[in-house]
């Protein structure tokens, strides 16, 4: 999907903040020095907010039906409800996209290795609750995978959370040939953009609807604040795993203008600039990994484990004098400037 950058059309007046943003050309990040300053020296709170639940999810809910046959766009395969909620068998809507899945990620391996494609979809793009593999390389896939198992690379968010408590079990019970199998499969998939990028002050009601945000029924709206809210565009075919689905996310007026001066200048002079290691285009150097065209939801919740230290790698202690000088806004920015880069 092309990504784009919208303006409601009924926004108010731009804030102190997005004037400064889109003066972006010549400017510098001072006038934002003092606020960050400030909100680094107080205790940080990961927000709630960036960690959507299944409301749903405690309640008793009746076994999926088993016998009425699914469909999706542009897709000739048919998956009952039943099929769509097994762990072991990631449901593949769009073969043809590419190469066959090794069995661990087509299927895992039971009881605790459940198949890498049900959640980061057999293409490799993942969703907005989980990691986009496709294109990363290969060796970063592996070291990942032993840090989930160490333990060196956790969630900020410290109550419970499916997708990344998934990740962590699968982790634990993977053998080293199986990482290595989806590490090779996954590099050699393409990312595919599939988020726009709205710029506004109000945004259509949402509520949270299985670890993502949907749509509320009606014409009611909300003010955004501080958020980067990303929703599916067709949340039924998010619930039937369809990796042809696009995705929304609205953040902040000026947020894509402030990432870019922080991307490429960095909060404390180039040294800091996102740019410096993970290349001009953003899209990774060697094993440092590709950020563009990545669900802003997704580098948001890595940016705040780097700022709290959930994500504590030694390849990773770069990231540290870089994000402890971030406020949140400042990681929503760099979170939608990186969603509007062509991967």
């Not at 003010?223 to 696009?246: K, T």
């Not at 580098?299 to 959930?310: E, H, W």
């Amino acid at each position: 999907m092309r990504a784009t950058i919208a303006l409601c059309a009924a926004l108010v007046p731009a804030t102190a903040l997005a004037a400064a943003a889109g003066a972006a050309a010549g400017g510098t990040v001072a006038p934002d020095a003092a606020r960050r300053t400030a909100d680094a020296a107080r205790e940080f709170i990961v927000p709630a907010w960036a960690y959507p639940t299944d409301p749903a999810g405690a309640a008793p809910r009746p076994a999926p039906d088993a016998t009425t046959p699914l469909h999706v766009p542009s897709s000739s395969a048919a998956f009952t409800r039943a099929q769509l909620v097994d762990l072991f068998a990631a449901p593949d809507w769009h073969p043809d996209g590419h190469a066959p899945m090794p069995d661990v990620v087509a299927h895992g391996r039971k009881p605790a290795v459940y198949a890498c494609g049900f959640c980061h979809l057999p293409d490799g793009n993942g969703r907005p609750e989980n990691a986009p593999l496709a294109g990363l390389p290969a060796a970063y896939v592996v070291a990942q995978m032993t840090a989930f198992r160490s333990g060196a690379r956790q969630s900020a968010w410290k109550l419970p959370h499916l997708p990344g408590d998934l990740m962590r079990k699968a982790a634990a019970a993977v053998t080293d040939e199986e990482v290595a199998a989806a590490a090779a499969y996954f590099s050699s998939l393409r990312l595919t953009r599939r988020v726009e990028i709205v710029e506004a002050r109000r945004v259509p009601r949402t509520h949270m609807a299985g670890w993502l945000y949907a749509m509320s029924a009606g014409t009611a709206t909300e003010p955004l604040g501080e958020r980067i809210i990303e929703v599916a565009l067709d949340h039924e075919r998010h619930e039937l795993r369809d990796s042809a689905v696009g995705y929304r996310a609205y953040v902040p007026r000026g947020s894509v203008a402030r990432g870019k001066l922080l991307a490429v200048r960095g909060v404390d002079g180039p040294a800091t600039a996102c740019v410096a290691c993970h290349g001009a285009d953003l899209r990774g150097v060697g094993l440092v990994p590709p950020l563009a065209g990545r669900s802003p939801s997704y580098v948001l919740r890595q940016l705040l484990a780097f700022r709290t230290g959930a994500r504590s790698t030694a390849a990773g202690e770069p990231m540290q004098p870089v994000v402890q000088r971030l406020a949140i806004g400042d990681m929503i920015a760099l979170a939608a400037y990186v969603a509007v880069q062509p991967p």
